[in-house]
């Protein structure tokens, strides 16, 4: 049996490696003292690796390390960190231990994506950070979980933002030595190799470790010499490639996934296909059932009992299909093994079986082979249900077996180190741990606890620590021209953030959809207003490469100067400065497209609002009073009328409500009612939209049935 990675013990090891062994435990992410350790160690290094503490500590010599060690200050903080460490690591009372008992073996839980921290770039959008703050919440509860990713050893690209307005994309390679990941090995020491057939070959994985916490992420990884050069090119790129990459790469990460868990020796309690990525799983495990002796029918039951699947989809083109040709190529070496027809496998991904010319749906295959599926918000779960119902056509739509749970963030990760001192002194250091408990967060209505002056103290430093970051990035991104001065941005104007990926139905140039109509309220020198823009389209998508070129366009315009601003290079760390220092974070999807988002859950803890259409999570949020919809809770199915409401919408928002209210101050410069929005805010959406809530929802709903 291989070896299965496991907390190590360090009782006996130096201060010196244990603060490197610290640096492999991704749990330093959500700690505010660790990552201040490691910035003291290196600051240039540690920003310009991307807040690697891996790199941090690579470079940093023995005897350098033992040297800064001899401060009696730094050495106390470091004793205090890895005090910390393992306290968490051993608590004995966690929330799974009397929530969660029944679950004896651990959740494997399976993305093609996992946005655990910018220093490992291995995620796109929204699915790979929601799988990440998953991954870390179920760290923090104590449960028993697995990940199961890929190591794409190129990432997602770097975005470079030409002359011209038009986003170019970059791969470089990500180096497994300056990473917080070590190759899972055979108990003789050689490394663990799995393989899966794809075609008429056979292709290795070999697989990286990546400590989260408490919790295991195991990334499979194709690059290896034992493989063909295609086949060592799977893994390379988060979705990249054509048609047949993607199939090999949905089998390597659902067949290769559920053999590695077996060659590990892990049983899992329960499999949790996240999109239809990974949803060949399934058919690996009926085969392993169908080898037991059960009957097609025995089969099928026991791999649904077993299995559970999440969509995050609200629209038929995101989910992967494939022909029938394609996938008799891909699969026939594995199908054979199955000692059934290619019919009767094909039924499994159609709606109708019976209709030849159907294609095989990833979706349909997962939702076919699982006991519960769901969405990620309430409306989504609708809009799956009315999607999928033809799956199920004995039943009305209201009664299509699809329900939901609304997705969440992990707050200890998202909240900056200044929130975190913040609230570490008024709500007590354990507040990170209060986060499924509504009734906590009322306590912000008492001014005593924090007064108006602070709160608006605080919103004041983090909206100076964005200018001043956006002015950095923006002098880098010009090449070190002087035009990236003080100029761009104002630390004392209302800032607007818009910062996700460039998909045409999230409408980022909405705002600018009558320049005549919006000009003048970023124009009005007593009531300043101003917008920072960051985001990726996919290599392929033209119209979102489009929309990033139309608002640079409109920022260069010469009374928006240094009033728009687009950041190139989104990733994890740019949304971090965004959802920390914008007051106001908007969000314009195209309902009901936008099958939650978590964007705007980001920007509670830090006294930011949301003004937002009604879909996804705000539809579910929003209460008239801690922050604002654009629009109502109904759409038009004319895009262009729907436009034009909603920009409408979005103008008069702004114009009679959002600008005012920020700026009608007492005599002392304080917003009381803009203040009073943002405790209203903090009572209402911290604690529902917590991961924390979230995935006890899972382990009650689906996990534990």
């Keep these: 049996m291989a070896t299965i990675f496991k907390p190590k013990k360090h009782i006996h090891h130096s201060l010196a490696q244990r603060l490197r062994d610290l640096s492999m435990n991704m749990w330093w992410t959500w700690n505010p003292e660790a990552q201040a350790l490691f910035n003291e160690l290196s600051p240039l290094l540690w920003r310009y690796s991307n807040h690697s503490a891996v790199e941090v500590m690579s470079d ?6 033992e040297s800064r060690l001899r401060d009696h200050e730094f050495s106390r903080r470091v004793h205090h960190v890895i005090e ?10 966690t929330w799974a231990k009397s929530h969660a008992s029944a679950l004896k073996n651990p959740i494997a ?4 994506e996992f946005g655990i921290h910018e220093s490992l770039p291995i995620y796109s959008g929204g699915l790979g950070i929601l799988s990440g703050d998953h991954t870390k919440s179920a760290s923090d509860l104590g449960l028993h979980f697995i990940g199961i990713g890929l190591f794409y050893r190129r990432g997602y690209f770097q975005q470079h933002i030409n002359a011209d307005g038009w986003q170019e994309e970059l791969y470089p390679a990500n180096n497994p030595d300056h990473l917080p990941m070590e190759l899972v090995l055979q108990p003789e020491g050689g490394r663990l190799l799995n393989s899966v057939e794809i075609g008429h070959s056979t292709v290795y994985f070999q697989t990286w470790a990546v400590h989260v916490g408490r919790v295991m992420l195991y990334l499979l990884d194709t690059n290896l010499p034992e493989n063909d050069q295609h086949f060592q090119e799977l893994t390379a790129t988060v979705y990249g490639g054509n048609i047949d990459t993607r199939i090999g790469q949905e089998i390597v990460l659902g067949i290769g996934g559920a053999r590695l868990l077996q060659a590990l020796g892990i049983t899992p309690a329960v499999y949790h296909m996240n999109e239809g990525h990974s949803a060949f799983l399934v058919l690996e495990l009926l085969k392993n059932e169908l080898e037991t002796g059960k009957s097609l029918e025995e089969a099928e039951r026991a791999v649904r009992s077993k299995c ?26 594995f199908w054979n093994s199955f000692g059934l027809s290619h019919e009767e496998l094909m039924s499994y991904g ?23 599926a769901n969405g990620v918000s309430e409306l989504h779960g609708h809009v799956s249900r009315e999607m999928w119902k033809e799956l199920f056509q004995d039943k009305p739509v209201e009664q299509v077996p699809i329900g939901y749970i ?11 180190a200044h929130a975190h001192d913040f609230w570490n002194k008024r709500l007590g250091i354990d507040w990170t741990d209060k986060l499924m408990e509504p009734k906590f967060w009322k306590k912000i209505a008492d001014n005593e606890l924090a007064t108006d002056e602070e709160l608006w103290a605080l919103r004041y430093s ?22 990236a001065s003080s100029h761009i941005l104002s630390p004392d104007a209302l800032t607007i953030g818009f910062a996700r990926r460039f998909a045409t139905y999230k409408r980022a140039p909405l705002v600018f959809r009558h320049l005549e109509k919006i000009i003048p309220l970023f124009t009005d020198p007593k009531r300043p207003l101003q917008i920072i823009f960051a985001g990726k389209a996919h ?19 010469s009374e928006l100067n240094g009033k728009v601003i687009f950041l190139e290079n989104y990733d994890i760390n740019v949304a971090r400065h965004l959802i920390s220092g914008a007051d106001v974070w908007l969000n314009t999807p195209r309902r009901p497209f936008e099958a939650s988002g978590t964007s705007g859950m980001k920007i509670t803890i830090h006294g930011g609002v949301n003004l937002s259409i009604m879909d996804g999570w705000w539809r579910e949020g929003y209460n008239g009073n801690n922050g604002w919809s654009i629009g109502d809770d109904h759409h038009v199915n004319d895009l262009e009328s729907q436009d034009e409401l909603d920009f409408e919408s979005l103008v008069q928002i702004l114009s009679g409500s959002v600008i005012p209210e920020f700026y009608d101050r007492d005599d002392r410069g304080i917003p009381h009612a803009w203040i009073k929005r943002i405790r209203n805010a903090m009572q209402t959406l911290l604690s529902q939209f917590s991961s924390d809530r979230m995935l006890g929802e899972y382990v009650q709903k689906y996990y534990s049935i």
């Design 462 to 483: 983090l909206r100076r620590d964005l200018v001043d970051y956006a002015r950095r990035q923006k002098f880098i991104q010009l090449g070190g021209t002087s035009l």
């Design 308 to 333: 559970v699947f999440t969509t995050h989809t609200p629209v038929q083109a995101g989910h992967d299909r494939f022909n029938s040709e394609l996938l008799t190529y891909a699969l026939g070496r």
């Design 60 to 65: 940093i010599s023995d005897e350098e390390l």
């Design 539 to 557: 290599p392929h998508d033209h119209e979102g490469k489009r929309f990033i070129q139309r608002i640079i366009e409109i920022s260069h315009r």
């Design 350 to 372: 159609r709606v109708h079986p019976a209709e030849k010319n159907e294609l095989f749906t990833m979706t349909v295959l997962a939702i076919k082979m699982s006991r519960a």
């Design 406 to 416: 609304t997705n969440g963030i992990h707050t200890p990760g998202w909240a900056t």
């Design 109 to 112: 839980y399976f993305s093609a």
């Design 84 to 93: 910390e460490f393992d306290s968490y690591m051993a608590e004995p009372s």
